[in-house]
């Protein structure tokens, strides 16, 4: 062997351990926010958000689940009809730290397609587990907004000109919509998995304390954390299992908003309300209530799914909701033959569901008085959504053995 084919074969040894010692990073779905299409000026609810930004840099915060060296951004366009420019981007670890640029194969900003989200560059900065960052986008062109996250439950802010590097903001407005921002992934220890819980508003956290993180799956999160398990929230307000609602319906975003997800080991389903409630109220005057044979199907279709991909799933019974939303144009969202679907639904969960088990949060906040009403302590006054107190019992309920434990589908998450 000539001395250039020695120098080349010590060379290729010296990577190849490299290699052997330096395993493939493993990525984590560490917090995210199901994207869904803006709606015109003619719906219910304002979309909270201006048609369009320019010359504009868009900042907000999310709370990581689990920590780790490095993280990496998700930025989604996915309901766009026209490519999404995007001038920069950063991270800032806390509130008042200088933003740390994000790149996007190197380069300080990207252009992503229709119906497509892009992932940024791994970033070198280390977060702690439950630690909330800071992340800004920067919109240079005339950007009409056409996918959003709604209820964000956090003070989100839009401010004139490239601010992106700025510890603080000038001359900013503020917002609780969520804009461009998908996701966070982390890179953590090769045992870290991920829990995502598939909801509506009762799970995107409709009437938790602003800015307090009071969800209930942050409280799920602060359990689960100390397992190496993030938590994800899947939730749209206004989500439906089986039709869209205010996003795509769950059958329809369960690939992106679930199994897409890096690290997702273990999924909770807590949908259905809405498919019940919504016929004859004013968000769908002229619908048809599914058929209790239609709701089992739904779920065994997304049980057929998560098992197909060998993921345990776990259905949450639905909670109660009595007399919900009095005093506004939904008043008309409970009806006693509504009720008697969810729990003749619930029953089936319980007893033939095709779920690896049921977590059991209708008897977690019902009236034992009345199971058809919130018990009171509970609820945050509209008889549909739980408050802090009652996001806080619903994360109680969950069992851990059983969240974590064998499934013959799925998965044993420790």
């Not at 001395?3 to 010692?21: D, E, K, M, V, Y």
């Not at 401010?159 to 503020?174: I, N, T, V």
């Not at 098992?307 to 009806?335: E, K, N, V």
């Given at each position: 062997?000539?001395?250039?084919?020695?120098l080349t074969?010590t060379?290729?040894?010296?990577?190849?351990?490299?290699?052997?010692?330096?395993p493939?990073?493993?990525?984590?779905?560490?917090?995210?926010?199901?994207?869904?299409?803006?709606?015109?000026?003619?719906f219910l609810?304002?979309?909270?958000?201006?048609?369009?930004?320019?010359?504009?840099?868009?900042?907000?915060?999310?709370?990581?689940?689990?920590?780790?060296?490095?993280l990496?951004?998700?930025?989604?366009n996915?309901?766009?009809t026209?490519?999404?420019?995007?001038?920069a981007?950063?991270?800032?670890?806390?509130t008042?730290?200088?933003?740390?640029?994000?790149?996007?194969?190197?380069?300080?900003?990207?252009?992503i397609?229709?119906?497509?989200?892009?992932?940024?560059?791994?970033?070198s900065?280390?977060?702690?587990?439950?630690?909330?960052?800071q992340?800004?986008?920067?919109?240079?062109?005339p950007?009409?907004?056409?996918?959003?996250?709604w209820?964000?439950?956090?003070?989100s802010?839009?401010?004139?000109?490239d601010?992106?590097r700025?510890p603080?903001?000038?001359?900013?407005s503020?917002?609780?919509?969520?804009?461009?921002?998908?996701?966070?992934?982390?890179?953590?220890?090769?045992?870290?998995?991920?829990?995502?819980?598939?909801?509506?508003?009762?799970?995107?956290?409709?009437?938790?304390?602003?800015?307090?993180?009071?969800?209930w799956?942050?409280?799920?999160?602060?359990r689960l954390?100390?397992?190496?398990?993030a938590?994800?929230?899947?939730?749209?307000?206004?989500?439906?299992?089986?039709?869209?609602?205010m996003?795509?319906?769950?059958?329809?975003?369960?690939?992106r908003d679930?199994?897409?997800?890096?690290?997702?080991?273990?999924?909770?389903?807590l949908i259905?309300?809405?498919?019940i409630?919504?016929?004859g109220?004013?968000?769908?005057?002229d619908?048809?209530?599914?058929?209790l044979?239609?709701?089992?199907?739904?779920?065994?279709?997304l049980?057929?799914?998560?098992?197909?991909?060998?993921?345990?799933i776990?259905?949450?019974?639905?909670?109660?909701?009595?007399?919900?939303?009095?005093?506004?144009?939904?008043?008309?969202?409970y009806?006693?033959g509504?009720?008697?679907?969810?729990?003749?639904?619930?029953?089936?969960?319980r007893?033939?569901g095709?779920?690896?088990a049921?977590i059991?949060?209708?008897?977690?906040?019902?009236?034992?008085?009345?199971?058809?009403?919130m018990?009171?302590?509970?609820?945050?006054?509209?008889?549909?959504?739980?408050?802090?107190?009652?996001?806080?019992?619903?994360?109680e309920?969950?069992?851990?053995?059983?969240?974590l434990?064998?499934?013959?589908?799925?998965?044993d998450?420790?």
């Amino acid at each position: 062997m000539n001395r250039l084919s020695q120098l080349t074969a010590t060379a290729l040894l010296a990577l190849s351990g490299a290699a052997a010692a330096s395993p493939a990073a493993h990525w984590v779905a560490s917090w995210q926010a199901s994207p869904q299409p803006v709606w015109g000026s003619d719906f219910l609810f304002p979309t909270l958000i201006p048609g369009q930004l320019q010359d504009q840099t868009f900042r907000q915060s999310a709370r990581l689940s689990l920590g780790g060296p490095r993280l990496r951004v998700r930025l989604s366009n996915a309901y766009g009809t026209r490519p999404l420019k995007i001038g920069a981007a950063s991270v800032a670890a806390h509130t008042g730290d200088t933003p740390q640029p994000l790149r996007f194969d190197g380069q300080p900003g990207v252009v992503i397609g229709p119906g497509q989200d892009r992932l940024s560059d791994p970033l070198s900065l280390p977060t702690a587990d439950r630690q909330a960052l800071q992340v800004d986008v920067y919109l240079p062109d005339p950007t009409p907004l056409q996918t959003f996250h709604w209820e964000g439950r956090q003070t989100s802010w839009i401010a004139p000109g490239d601010q992106h590097r700025l510890p603080a903001l000038h001359g900013a407005s503020s917002t609780t919509a969520r804009l461009l921002l998908s996701g966070i992934e982390v890179e953590a220890a090769a045992s870290a998995r991920s829990v995502v819980v598939v909801g509506d508003s009762i799970t995107d956290g409709a009437t938790a304390s602003l800015d307090q993180d009071q969800r209930w799956t942050d409280h799920l999160a602060a359990r689960l954390a100390p397992e190496g398990i993030a938590v994800v929230n899947a939730g749209i307000s206004g989500g439906r299992l089986l039709r869209d609602g205010m996003g795509e319906s769950a059958l329809g975003r369960f690939q992106r908003d679930v199994l897409d997800q890096p690290g997702v080991a273990s999924v909770i389903v807590l949908i259905g309300v809405n498919d019940i409630s919504w016929p004859g109220t004013a968000f769908a005057r002229d619908e048809t209530r599914p058929t209790l044979a239609e709701l089992q199907a739904g779920y065994r279709d997304l049980a057929k799914r998560a098992h197909a991909r060998g993921l345990r799933i776990l259905g949450a019974t639905l909670t109660p909701f009595a007399d919900a939303l009095p005093g506004t144009p939904l008043d008309d969202y409970y009806a006693p033959g509504k009720d008697a679907l969810r729990q003749q639904l619930n029953a089936w969960l319980r007893t033939d569901g095709p779920f690896d088990a049921v977590i059991e949060l209708d008897a977690a906040l019902r009236d034992p008085a009345d199971p058809s009403r919130m018990a009171a302590a509970y609820d945050s006054g509209d008889h549909l959504h739980p408050g802090d107190v009652g996001n806080r019992a619903m994360a109680e309920a969950v069992d851990l053995e059983v969240l974590l434990g064998p499934s013959t589908h799925g998965v044993d998450l420790r």
